[in-house]
């Protein structure tokens, strides 16, 4: 069975960084797109942005509203999946969620870690 | 490309068939998927393709649409089924998700 494991997340003052980290079992981890999706407390769900496969250069995608302060990277020896957190904002508050993304004509994010919690406050 | 679900909530019964749609603010062809989230759990992929149904989703869940107006439809509304609904657009980076509609019990 797929399994996503993010850890790293808890409390940060505003500026800090953080880094998350999503360990992946059970799949071929350089064959997948992976993402990362965050949801403030009470809200919806929020894309934060994408790594691509091995095939594709590892190139990464993001949302407006992170680009230049998060960075997501990937370590296939150790099948583990990262999020770079610089600059961080109180807005930043949220449970962070690790998804693979797998190939239907599309990337569709069909398994999801249990998400790391980041509050960001002073 | 913005996602507008609606209606935001809705109440119905057990057995009740319900609808939720979802308009793209653009055309996104059927790069369309819908996930359901219950209270402290992770998304979960209902749909995918805007009308293909994964692996181990219950057939009483169907999709429709192409283009910018998609519908997710539960034919008869089981317990288990009360949870937040999400569409999500993978046709354009930055990909978007609509704004949910909480499916509660009448």
């Known amino acids: 069975e797929v399994q996503l494991v993010e850890s790293g997340g808890g409390l940060v003052q505003p500026g800090g960084s953080l880094r998350l980290s999503c360990a992946a079992s059970?799949?071929?981890?350089?064959?997948?797109?992976m993402d990362w999706v965050r949801q403030a407390p009470g809200k919806g769900l929020e894309w934060v942005g994408r790594t691509r496969n091995k095939a594709n250069g590892y190139t990464t995608e993001y949302a407006a509203s992170v680009k230049g302060r998060f960075t997501i990277s990937r370590d296939e020896s150790k099948n583990s999946l990262y999020l770079q957190m610089n600059s961080l904002k109180t807005e930043d508050t949220a449970v962070y969620f690790c998804?693979?993304?797998?190939?239907?004509?599309?990337?569709?994010?069909?398994?999801w870690g249990q998400g790391t919690l980041v509050t960001v406050s002073s | 490309i913005q996602l507008t679900q609606s209606p935001s909530s809705l109440s119905a019964s057990v057995g009740d068939r319900v609808t939720i749609t979802c308009r793209a603010s653009q055309g996104i062809s059927n790069y369309l998927a819908w996930y359901q989230q219950k209270p402290g759990k992770a998304p979960k992929l209902l749909m995918y393709a805007a009308s293909n149904l994964q692996i181990g989703v219950p057939s009483r869940f169907s999709g429709s649409g192409s283009g910018t107006d998609f519908t997710l439809t539960i034919s008869s509304l089981q317990p288990e089924d009360f949870a937040t609904y999400y569409c999500q657009q993978v046709n354009t980076y930055p990909l978007t998700f609509g704004g949910g509609t909480k499916v509660e019990i009448k």
């Open positions: 998804a693979r993304a797998w190939y239907s004509g599309a990337y569709y994010s069909d398994y």
């Open positions: 059970e799949f071929t981890f350089n064959d997948h797109y």
